[in-house]
């Protein structure tokens, strides 16, 4: 394949409608539920709110648009530190947040 065909190709590629469906699929949050023994709600809201803290950051979505974004990976482990495990009835996010 020579260059102004691979340029061309790269072009039409690049025009299709990938972007939006891309952002969709970005907006998306992550909800796990979790349990541990003996834990009110009050105590699991402490918990799940310092976890989401410690591990979200502000993006620029455009130049008018900044969200926070929770790490998936980084939530998990902080709440498996804490002593939580997958599944049960208290209900966390990771991912984008709306606030």
């Excluded at 796990?32 to 989401?52: G, L």
């Excluded at 620029?60 to 009835?89: D, N």
Aim: proline share 7%; glycine share 8%; aromatic share 8%.
């Amino acid at each position: 394949m020579d260059l102004p065909s691979l340029r061309q190709g790269c072009r039409a590629a690049m025009s299709r409608p990938v972007l939006p469906i891309a952002l969709a699929l970005l907006f998306t949050a992550c909800a796990t539920t979790w349990s541990r023994p003996a834990t009110t709600a009050v105590e699991f809201e402490r918990d799940n709110q310092a976890c989401q803290h410690m591990n979200s950051r502000m993006v620029s979505i455009s130049p008018t648009l900044v969200q926070t974004y929770v790490s998936p990976i980084g939530y998990k482990r902080c709440m498996e530190a804490e002593g939580y495990g997958p599944g049960g009835a208290r209900e966390g996010h990771a991912g984008w947040r709306h606030e």
